[in-house]
């Protein structure tokens, strides 16, 4: 009973009762009665409310929303419609997708009444129906999609369910908004399976990207050793700058090939490059002018036993 219907009722038997205390019996058992009309035939619906009445068991209409009068005893209130978006949540366990994978799918629908009097009339219980229509449907999808598509197309997934509830539910005056899966649960050894071929996924890629790394660095490598074939005094610094970068560091002892050393003398350098022999020294050493610099001499190899 709304606030105005019990406020209407209860002015009414007060005064009811005041007239029956002064004496006017008969005035206030009318007044009581009307209060008891009142009572009984006053209505209210909110806004987001529709009343479907029926008259002598034959639909009356939909009334709603504001205030109504019905007949006492001959009309009757059969549903009390909300036509706010409403929320179920539904799932499905252990259902098997398309390459036969059991998992647990948790979901949510979002509908509305759209029309009062086919909620009403066309089926007994719609709250009910709308969840039981869900389910029923989320397994078909379930068992018409594979599971890489579940997992990655949820939205279409989505639109897949909304469609096909919403054309199920049509006829009972519900639309659904939309429908939204929260949840995709799959057996934890598919969990590790799956993490275990995603890794390896990544290793493929980290030593493909490897692989072109060393190629790259190789195809360097080539070019400059043709620089270096054709400009020998170029693979002489270069030798030089090895052996500065390598004494740059202080109270360390380094073994330096008698390779590199000879590098260091242009004329050999030349010799090892293949484009002229090596001069043999004359016996003895050979006198150097004074201010000349001293020559890197490598000590001689010592052939094994």
Not at 135 to 160: F, H, K
Request: a neutral charge.
């Amino acid at each position: 009973m709304n606030p105005i219907t019990v406020f209407l009722t209860v002015a009414c038997l007060a005064v009811g009762a005041g007239l029956g205390a002064t004496g006017h019996l008969y005035s206030g058992v009318a007044v009581v009665i009307v209060a008891i009309v009142i009572a009984s035939a006053l209505k209210m619906a909110n806004t987001w409310q529709k009343f479907v009445i029926l008259r002598a068991g034959k639909l009356r209409g939909v009334k709603g929303p504001g205030l109504f009068f019905i007949i006492p005893v001959i009309d009757h209130v059969v549903a009390v419609i909300d036509e706010r978006i409403q929320t179920t949540a539904f799932s499905a366990e252990e259902a098997l997708t398309k390459d036969t994978v059991p998992v647990n799918v948790d979901a949510i629908i979002f509908w509305f009444v759209h029309d009062a009097q086919k909620a009403a009339l066309n089926i007994t219980n719609y709250r009910e129906a709308i969840d039981r229509v869900s389910q029923t449907s989320l397994r078909e999808m379930i068992g018409s999609s594979m599971l890489s598509a579940l997992l990655s197309e949820r939205t279409a997934a989505d639109e897949i369910l909304r469609g096909e509830i919403g054309r199920k539910t049509a006829d009972w005056g519900i639309s659904v908004k939309s429908v939204e899966i929260r949840d995709v649960a799959i057996p934890v050894a598919l969990q590790d399976a799956m993490s275990r071929q995603a890794q390896a996924e990544r290793e493929k890629q980290a030593r493909v990207i490897l692989g072109s790394a060393e190629a790259a660095i190789a195809g360097k490598f080539v070019e400059a050793a043709m620089t270096y074939a054709d400009h020998p005094a170029a693979l002489q610094l270069r030798a030089m700058n090895i052996i500065y970068e390598t004494t740059k560091e202080r109270g360390a002892t380094i073994l330096i090939p008698t390779s590199m050393v000879d590098s260091l003398n242009p004329v050999v350098a030349l010799a090892l490059a293949g484009q002229q022999p090596v001069p043999q020294k004359p016996n003895g050493p050979r006198p150097q002018s004074p201010g000349a610099p001293k020559e890197i001499v490598a000590a001689p190899r010592i052939a094994d036993a």
